[in-house]
């Protein structure tokens, strides 16, 4: 067998490797969220289904609904600058401003591009919207029609993402952004001494 003929084989060995591999890649099932989400109290609910997920000390919170017609207050709360896609949107934040921790889901409407929708928010959500701190790391994911933001201090967004994600399954696609000089709290920010996770609606 001349060189000529053994380069031809390990071609075409090559190409058969290579498509048997995006043959498999595509015939692999896609996992399916386990989320099965329809209004307002169906967010609520994943929320507290999240917090039941999360072994760590936590700042006392408060969740609510959100007027998605409002954008002003779509804008801070999920960094969109559209509120046209979004059917309904819930957040959970601390009682107390001075700290820094956000956990917000979308449920996006359909035939809207989830995708670039949690991107954008992953990448315009204002860490320092509470002026005296800023979140340090901002995780965002999509699981079927939601989409999931959390932001604070890189172990406590860390943890509560890892539960959402637990939760919902099926997870797309994933955006994660490391803020680059943190603001943490001083001496003199107030912070509450009890710290016991408290979701109300």
Partial sequence: MNKIVKIVIAIIVAIVIIMGVNLFRKSSPKQESNLNINNNDDLVSLINQIYEGVTIEMPKLQTQALDVTDANMVKTFTGLDSTENIENLVVSEPLMSSQAYSLVLVKVKDGANINDMAKSMNENIDVRKWICVSAEKVYT????NVICLVMTNADTAKVVYDSFKAIAGGIEKEYERTVEEPVFP????????????????
């Fill in 141 to 144: 994911a999509t699981s079927g």
């Fill in 186 to 201: 001083t001496e003199e920010t107030e912070i509450p001494e009890d710290v016991t996770s408290d979701p109300t609606v």
